[in-house]
């Protein structure tokens, strides 16, 4: 630090925080720690007592909070995000569009085990609406060395920390299986909650196909809405090991590539994910059209930005896979699904 007079102090980064005190009035930081200080600054200074001012001085290879709140930024963001001014070494960066948010955690955790600064996010792999905040940036003290911010966009490399991808319009086809609803002895109340879930990330519903448990009758109604144009098809019930669900064979005989046949989460443990030349088609458990949210709710946002879902990421479900089943349910502000990296 360096000791100025207040009136030779344009240009320079104050070191502390200012408080001014108007009694019946304020009595709050007026300028802080990193404000660098204005022509207009000065009677402010004055009036508040402040003759002298610590300043900082400008050392070889060593930058300003603010300088690396850029950095930090510019190594997290992508073009669907907008960011605050810079502040007191901090940026925080907000959603531009509806999408799925996501992280590089190997590269975010290897950034924040630096020390000195920091990157906050919200949860990987999160649905989120345009306007929401997403990250925040920060600079611990007033300097930080060159070297460590270098050291951070080597780690970074050339691809943002974090992404926002936009959903996709998805034309979706839905076959609802079982012989109780193919031949009307129970109503279908298991296509419309699908659908529900489809429209709330864009896609376009072409229609629902009712099938039997005959599963070359469910392998044809698949393989009937790809021809059709469909990039989607969500196949409901016939998904456990009784000898009569045979959903999960019908969807194998299309040829499709099975990524996996069952899920460390609950509720939703016997759902399958598979793709066929790169359109995904799911199996989804009963569970999903009674519960309020389920595997289906983890896996769809991915599949509807068009981010290819892997067996290594279902897997790491297990880890907060449990839905507590809420009174009143926060999701996705909770805990659920909220472990996997």
């Given amino acids: 630090m360096k000791r100025i007079k207040t009136e030779d102090a344009v240009g320079q980064v104050l070191c502390h925080d200012m408080t001014q005190i108007i009694p019946g009035v304020t009595k709050d930081a007026r300028f802080r720690k990193g404000h660098v200080v204005t022509a207009e600054d000065i009677p402010v200074l004055l009036s508040m007592g402040k003759d002298y001012l610590y300043i ?9 909070e603010n300088e690396g709140a850029r950095i930090l930024c510019d190594l997290c963001k992508n073009e669907h995000m907008s960011e605050s001014p810079v502040k007191e070494g901090k940026i925080e960066l907000t959603a531009t569009c509806d999408g799925l948010f996501s992280i590089d955690v190997e590269r975010l955790d290897a950034i ?3 020390g000195e600064i920091m990157i906050a996010a919200r949860s990987n792999h999160l649905p989120v609406k345009a306007g929401d ?17 270098n050291e951070a966009k080597r780690i970074a490399g050339d691809k943002p920390l974090l992404s926002l991808l936009p959903y996709q319009k998805k034309r979706c086809g839905i076959v609802t299986t079982g012989n109780e609803v193919f031949y009307g002895r129970i109503k279908d109340a298991f296509s419309p909650v699908v659908a529900a879930k489809l429209e709330e990330y864009g896609g376009e519903v072409m229609g629902v196909t009712l099938c039997g448990d005959d599963p070359a009758g469910i392998t044809a109604a698949i393989e009937a809405f790809l021809a059709d144009g469909a990039d989607l098809v969500v196949c409901t019930g016939g998904m456990s090991v009784d000898p009569d669900d045979r959903t999960p064979a019908a969807i194998k005989a299309t040829g499709a590539r099975i990524v996996s046949y069952g899920a460390p989460v609950l509720p939703g443990a016997m ?3 598979s793709y066929l030349d790169g359109k995904p088609i799911m199996g989804l458990p009963g569970c999903v059209m009674y519960a309020r949210r389920t595997i289906f709710d983890l ?3 991915r599949v509807m930005a068009d981010d ?3 067996a290594k990421d279902l897997a790491r479900l297990g880890n907060g896979g449990l839905c507590l089943n809420c009174e009143t349910c926060h999701y996705p502000n909770c805990g659920f699904g909220k472990g996997g990296v």
């Fill in 133 to 149: 905040k997403l990250a925040g940036t920060r600079v611990i003290p007033l300097v930080i060395s060159e070297e460590k911010m």
């Fill in 271 to 273: 759902f399958l994910l």
């Fill in 56 to 64: 900082w001085e400008k050392q070889e290879g060593m930058l300003h």
């Fill in 299 to 301: 896996v769809l946002p």
């Fill in 308 to 310: 290819p879902v892997t």
């Fill in 112 to 114: 924040n085990s630096l």
